[in-house]
Nanobody, 122 residues
Framework: VQLQASGGGLVQAGGSLRLSCAAS????????MGWYRQAPGKQRELIASITNGGITTYADSVKGRFTISRDNAKSMVYLQMNSLKPEDTAVYYC?????????????????WGQGTQVTVSS
C-alpha cells in the first residue's frame, strides 16, 4: 500500500495549513491512519491518529489546534493545522495500518508516506 502526502509549506506563526494523504494499492483495508512529525534532531512522534470508526487521538502539543479527519471511501486522511507555532516546524509523515490480500492470503501492512515539510516562521 503506497501513501502520498501533500500540503506542506511555509506559513507564518498563527497561520493554517492542511495536509492530505492518499493511500493506493489493491485489495487492502485500512484500520487506522495517523500523522507523525520529526523535527531536526528529534525523534519522530505521533501527533494524531484516527481509526476506521472515526476515533481520534492527539498529542498534547497539538490538541485543540490540529484536527485529523478521514475519507474512508477515498482512502484519504487529512490534518487541518491551525494556530501554527514555530515549534510545529518539522517533516510530517502519514501512516496507515491495515490488512491486504497477497496471493489470496491476508497480510498486515504498515505503510508510510514520503514526508512533507512544514515550516512555521515567527
Amino acid at each position: 500500500v503506497q501513501l502520498q502526502a501533500s500540503g506542506g509549506g511555509l506559513v507564518q506563526a498563527g497561520g493554517s495549513l492542511r495536509l492530505s494523504c492518499a493511500a493506493s494499492g489493491t485489495s487492502f483495508s485500512i484500520n487506522a491512519m495517523g500523522w507523525y512529525r520529526q523535527a531536526p534532531g528529534k525523534q519522530r512522534e505521533l501527533i494524531a491518529s484516527i481509526t476506521n470508526g472515526g476515533i481520534t487521538t492527539y498529542a498534547d502539543s497539538v490538541k485543540g489546534r490540529f484536527t485529523i479527519s478521514r475519507d474512508n471511501a477515498k482512502s484519504m486522511v487529512y490534518l487541518q493545522m491551525n494556530s501554527l507555532k514555530p515549534e510545529d516546524t518539522a517533516v510530517y509523515y502519514c501512516n496507515a495500518v491495515g490488512m491486504r490480500t497477497v496471493v489470496g492470503r491476508p497480510r498486515a501492512f504498515d505503510s508510510w508516506g514520503q514526508g512533507t515539510q512544514v515550516t512555521v516562521s515567527s
